[in-house]
């Protein structure tokens, strides 16, 4: 199969990489780790060989939760 006839993912469903999230957020690789341990990161998928992986859905779920309403 051609890298043209394999379908695009819809973008719900892209897996982004730890750096794609990283440089989103503008965050270092160590406030992430930080807030995953504290559970206050975005819900990660761990891959066999350990890296992780964020779905787009999750992540912008996570990012809209995380807004303060001022009063």
């Not at 890298?3 to 965050?27: G, M």
Request: with cysteine; hydrophobic share 40%.
């Amino acid at each position: 199969m051609t890298a043209a006839a394999i379908p695009r993912q819809r973008a719900s469903e892209e897996k982004l990489t730890l750096q794609e999230v990283l440089a989103e957020l503008k965050i270092t690789r160590s406030t992430f780790y930080d807030w995953r341990a504290k559970g206050r990161a975005p819900r990660c998928h761990k891959l066999p060989n350990g890296d992780l992986r964020i779905l787009r859905s999750e992540l912008d779920e996570w990012f809209n939760a995380q807004r303060e309403v001022l009063a």
